[in-house]
């Protein structure tokens, strides 16, 4: 089994490729709150940030409080939010997190990962993503993109979301864990696809299980 400190170099070196690549990587959502931000993450679930950008421009336009969500009907959000895809669910997590965010923490989104969690609809992606993007934090938040180059560079074999976070978190630097979040999502993105990934144009191929079958 490959140790710790093994891990740590090959992702070191990984990265510093990916920021060559990828000098730009950054959130691509559009936002301009905290809160907002925090809409837009739940929205992203199994969406594109292109699409929902496009949905948050008219939504944020009429209502960017946690107030303006917490007193909405469900079926009026389901309604702007459906070319989101699973709607009804995000529409209801969307409220639920928007009511406690009014009720128990003055309208102002937490800033902590138990107070996050604490907020019904949000799951530790979604805190991870408001504690890097957000509020500065060193978080790593795993989205489909994250889990599937982790396990293709072999910086990871759990089979969970949080077993990764774990591996990532103990291989990663304190102070690149959120370049790294933007970094790995990136690659996913732009190169290394879950299907027919694009392997003459990525430049860590020398540390990928995915490539040497």
């Known amino acids: 089994m490959e140790s710790v400190e093994n891990k740590s170099a090959r992702a070191d070196r990984i990265l510093g490729l990916l920021e060559q690549a990828h000098p730009d990587a950054h959130c691509e959502l559009d936002y301009g709150t905290d809160f907002q931000l925090?809409?837009?993450?739940i929205l992203s679930a199994q969406c594109t940030d292109k699409?929902?950008?496009i949905v948050t421009e008219k939504l944020f336009a009429e209502?960017?409080?946690?107030?303006?969500?917490?007193?909405?009907?469900?079926e009026k959000l389901e309604t702007l939010i459906r070319s989101c895809g699973f709607f009804r669910a995000k529409a209801r997590s969307i409220i639920s997190a928007s009511t406690d965010i009014v009720e128990r923490f003055g309208g102002k989104v937490p800033r902590t990962?138990?107070?996050l969690l604490s907020l019904r609809g949000v799951g530790r992606k979604t805190a991870n993503v408001m504690l890097s993007v957000a509020f500065g934090e060193s978080a790593i938040a795993v989205d489909t993109h994250v889990f599937r180059l982790s396990h293709r560079l072999g910086l990871s074999d759990k089979p969970t979301p949080e077993g990764v976070e774990n591996d990532l978190t103990k291989e990663i630097n304190l102070e690149m864990r959120?370049?790294?979040?933007?970094?790995?999502?990136?690659h996913g993105r732009y190169v290394c696809h879950?299907?027919?990934?694009?392997?003459?144009?990525?430049?860590?191929?020398?540390?990928c299980n995915y490539i040497k079958g």
Do not use: W
């Not at 209502?63 to 469900?74: H, I, L, R, S």
């Not at 959120?178 to 990136?186: Q, R």
């Open 51 to 53: 699409r929902v950008n």
């Open 194 to 207: 879950s299907r027919n990934p694009e392997c003459d144009k990525c430049n860590v191929t020398e540390f």
């Open 63 to 74: 209502y960017g409080k946690p107030e303006d969500f917490a007193v909405m009907p469900q």
């Open 113 to 115: 990962m138990d107070e």
């Open 38 to 41: 925090l809409v837009a993450v």
């Open 178 to 186: 959120s370049k790294a979040h933007h970094l790995l999502i990136f």
